[in-house]
């Protein structure tokens, strides 16, 4: 990758990995709720519904934060959920019905009983330290499809399962004034994979970073191994540029490189 790439992509990854970057992002939701277990629990439920237009998935989300009281562990764990969220086939979001979230946290709250967190269920599934990036893709994905969840997780690692890597970055990244780094004991931050949307596709294909325009695992792992030439130790740091660039008001004339 040339100098004059890298040195903007640096850039871009310090402009948009700050405080402000949360204002309209759902990382902030996790921010939003004290304690390590909620902020799990809280981040784990706005990944799986982000997706689409932010003005119509962060009120959904808001509705899952005000009925939990900010207690999110607790209120999936004893399945209080149940009396927010009725088993019907009404749309709760999209694609997703009523019966679809609330199935959802039905198979996360057996987790969270059966192993304390999803934190430990990845721990205690892959069995070896570090567990990588992908193993936990791998683990979560395969979990919920044990447990008959089709429409909200993906069933496995064929697709690029953006919002499962997005969780993983907000968990296990440390040292930043948006990711948690709750898990970042567990994995290794620089096995994470690079969480793809279109945003993040157009934008690495612009900038010559991939030559496909699909959202696929395939397409994701060679991008992180790309980014690796920038952050070696911490290759999702260029989410922030690559994301935060997508979306920025001001893109054009951020875009070219120097």
Known sequence: MEENLKRHITDLAARYETKAFLASDPSSFMHRVAGEANQEAMAFMA??????????????????????????????RNRTFRQHIDDSDKCYYRL????????????????LNTHGSMKS?????????????????A??????????IRSVIPQDTKSACKRVCMFLRWMVRDNSPVDLGL????????????PLDTHVVQEAHNM????????SMSTALRLTEK???????????????????GVDD?????????
């Open 227 to 245: 980014m690796k030439e920038v952050f070696p130790d911490d290759p999702l740091k260029a989410d922030f540029a690559l994301f935060g660039l």
């Open 250 to 258: 001001n893109r054009n004339a951020l875009r070219a490189t120097p």
């Open 121 to 137: 269920f990845v721990s205690n599934t892959c069995g070896h330290r570090p567990v990588t990036g992908l193993d936990a893709v």
């Open 183 to 194: 898990w970042a004991d567990v994995i290794d931050k620089k096995t994470l994979v690079m």
């Open 208 to 215: 010559g970073l991939i030559s496909s325009r699909t959202a």
């Open 47 to 76: 990944s799986c519904l982000s997706y689409g237009s932010r003005k119509q998935f962060f009120p959904k989300i808001e509705y899952l934060l005000n009925a939990s009281e900010g207690h999110a562990d607790h209120w999936v």
């Open 96 to 111: 997703n019905t009523c019966h679809d979230i609330r199935q959802l946290l039905e198979a996360y709250s057996t987790m």
């Open 139 to 148: 683990a979560i994905t395969s979990y919920f499809a044990a447990h008959g």
